[in-house]
T-cell receptor
Framework: GAVVSQHPSWVICKSGTSVKIECRSL??????MFWYRQFPKQSLMLMAT?????????EQGVEKDKFLINHASLTLSTLTVTSAHPEDSSFYIC?????????????FGPGTRLTVT | SQQGEEDPQALSIQEGENATMNCSYK?????LQWYRQNSGRGLVHLIL?????REKHSGRLRVTLDTSKKSSSLLITASRAADTASYFC????????????FGKGITLSVRP
């Protein structure tokens, strides 16, 4: 099956710094990728849809200036958490659909655990 | 916003038993999917059932869909300790390129 990787798998940063998380589709091209946030023992919350070559689409309530998304190639999307604060600590997961229809099967990355101290 | 609501929230069974998990949703859907998540990891797609399908099988998995009741069930037969994980249902609303909405998840523990 299709493989999606994320880097880093975990990161600890100090409050006020920025952190970049990479999401790569390893064996397929993804014009669209999704970024989710998950709190412990809770569901996934869609943050934004990353579109190759164009601006990301953010869900209501998600600050686009705080969570910068760049989808510069067909295999790479990055999420940068700017001026991170402890409340940004969470598990961030990306996914990509392998088909043209975004509503079908998605392949998920292994996630990135962010801890802001 | 969350659409799918799974129940029970947690399930503990003995290895070899069957596990049944349910999901209810609120809107009209294009398809419903089930995913598994091992602790601290990403999600793995298990099975997709379209709105015009009523039942689907994949190995030890059986999924049913009742669009009149807006509900789905996931049955895992002959459970194994390795099935211990969280299970999420996700729905795709009708309409082109609809995004997935995930439920809160069910924590399944299979005791060896």
């Amino acid at each position: 099956g299709a493989v999606v990787s994320q880097h880093p798998s975990w990161v600890i940063c100090k409050s006020g710094t920025s952190v970049k998380i990479e999401c790569r589709s390893l064996d397929f091209q993804a014009t669209t990728m999704f970024w989710y946030r998950q709190f412990p023992k809770q569901s996934l919350m869609l943050m934004a849809t990353s579109n190759e070559g164009s601006k990301a689409t953010y869900e209501q309530g998600v600050e686009k200036d705080k969570f910068l998304i760049n989808h510069a190639s067909l295999t790479l999307s990055t999420l940068t958490v700017t001026s991170a604060h402890p409340e940004d600590s969470s598990f961030y997961i990306c996914s990509a659909p392998t088909g043209a229809d975004l509503s079908y099967e998605q392949y998920f990355g292994p996630g990135t655990r962010l801890t802001v101290t | 916003s969350q659409q799918g609501e799974e129940d029970p929230q947690a399930l503990s069974i003995q290895e070899g038993e069957n596990a049944t998990m349910n999901c209810s949703y609120k809107t009209s859907i294009n398809n419903l999917q089930w995913y598994r998540q091992n602790s601290g990891r990403g999600l793995v797609h298990l099975i997709l059932i379209r709105s015009n399908e009523r039942e689907k099988h994949s190995g030890r998995l059986r999924v049913t869909l009742d669009t009149s009741k807006k509900s789905s069930s996931l049955l895992i037969t002959a459970s194994r300790a390795a099935d211990t994980a969280s299970y999420f249902c996700a729905t795709a609303d009708t309409g082109a390129n609809s995004k997935l909405t995930f439920g809160k998840g069910i924590t399944l523990s299979v005791r060896p």
